[in-house]
């Protein structure tokens, strides 16, 4: 045997215990900020949808209402489930808290709904009708009873008192209060003659 020679080194390939401790603690930490991160996403997913859905409905409503109300002649709460009503019936075939209607060369009615009549969550429903024709259904928005799940989620005043359930003198203003989170009003001022 010479000196000098080496004897063959054996390999011995894979991790310390140390280094197999840092990379365990490091893909943990890395895990947890990664869960928290794809909860907090789907919790603000949720909520930022409902309130997207919220402020559309709101701008819908805001721009229909607008309109509908400098127009309008006649103002009430007519009901068309109710026969001995002899106001001008509504267009619509639900339960209305709101019924405008004018003239502009032909009779144009307007009738604001919520569908279903009661519960937690409600969509906005707009019946027009124009010149007797058939009505037109459109849903403006998604409501919901919040934040006092007793009211409902929109509220129909004329001069700040609640709408005559049958029409007479036109009001100067008819106002909407939509409950919800934030609350938005729409106050509209009626166009005279």
């Known amino acids: 045997m010479t000196r000098g020679a080496h004897r063959p080194r054996i390999d011995e390939a894979g991790f310390t215990l140390v280094e197999l401790l840092v990379a365990t603690v490091i893909l943990g930490i890395i895990s947890y900020t990664l869960t928290e991160s794809v909860i907090l996403g789907l919790r603000t997913t949720d909520s930022t949808a409902a309130s997207s859905s919220r402020f559309v409905a709101t701008q819908t409503l805001a721009s229909y209402f607008t309109g509908d109300a400098q127009s309008a002649d006649a103002v009430s709460r007519s009901d068309p489930s109710d026969p001995s009503d002899p106001s001008d ?69 004329c001069d700040g008192n609640p709408c005559p359930a049958v029409a007479g003198e036109p009001p100067d203003t008819i106002t909407i209060d939509v409950q919800s989170i934030p609350a938005l009003t729409l106050t509209v001022r009626r166009r005279s003659g």
Not at 101 to 108: I, L, P, S
Request: include cysteine; glycine fraction near 10%; charged fraction near 20%.
């Open 89 to 157: 019936p509504p267009c619509a075939t639900e339960a209305v808290f709101l019924h405008l209607t004018w003239f502009d060369g032909e009779r144009r009615a307007v009738s604001y709904a919520l569908d279903p009549a009661a519960g937690p969550e409600q969509d906005l429903v707009r019946w027009s009708c124009t010149g007797g024709g058939a009505p037109d259904r459109k849903i403006l928005g998604h409501f919901s009873r919040s934040p006092d799940p007793g009211a409902p989620p929109v509220v129909a005043t």
